[in-house]
């Protein structure tokens, strides 16, 4: 596993716009929920790269659920699914994704290729897992499964954008 930070010119791109409903049916539009907030963004491009996203998800609720200025969502994009089995698919997570979880829970179905450029795509059952800033530009990024060394790096670049925003926890 690796990590990119904005720093090493190879991402600092802005996430595509995205204006759709949570599992919860509420509505999400990105990048704008995410002025004053950091965004942790983990995509997945297959069915088969589902455990892997749910791991991050899962830890990352764990620590950010409550917080107010760090927001997480786990986004299967299924913008290449044949539309006639996409409402299949939904309904099936919906159904696996506890009620407490699914406001963070977003459907992407559309603009697959600029989803995959911004995740710097590879090998399709990996989760791709973005930190974005207020503005929706990516400053950190990894992909593939979940390790302690790369949460803890992942974590390190949310707090530093919650100091620069004037949010961190006091310690």
């Keep these: 596993m690796s990590w ?3 720093t090493d010119g190879a991402i ?4 595509p716009e995205v204006h759709g409903t949570s599992l919860s049916n509420e509505p999400v539009n990105l990048p704008e929920a995410l002025q004053g907030k950091v965004g942790v963004l983990v ?3 297959s069915g088969d790269s589902r455990a892997a996203d749910s791991a991050w998800g899962k830890r990352l609720a764990a620590d950010y659920r409550e917080s107010p200025t760090v927001w997480c969502y786990e986004m299967p994009v299924l913008a290449g699914a044949p539309r006639m089995i996409r409402g299949l698919i939904v309904k099936s997570m919906k159904s696996s994704v506890p009620a407490s979880e699914q406001a963070r ?3 992407i179905l559309d603009n697959e290729a600029a989803w995959k450029t911004i995740a710097h795509y590879g090998r ?7 930190v974005v800033d207020g503005q929706g530009n990516v ?3 990894t992909q593939g499964v979940l390790t ?8 390190e670049r949310v707090e530093a954008l919650r100091v620069q925003l004037g ?5």
């Design 4 to 6: 990119l930070a904005a």
């Design 12 to 15: 600092a791109a802005r996430i």
């Design 43 to 45: 995509l997945g491009f």
């Design 105 to 107: 829970f977003v459907v």
């Design 124 to 130: 399709p059952d990996d989760p791709y897992v973005l």
């Design 139 to 141: 400053v950190w990024q």
């Design 148 to 155: 302690d060394a790369g949460y803890v790096a992942l974590k």
């Design 167 to 171: 949010t961190a926890p006091a310690k």
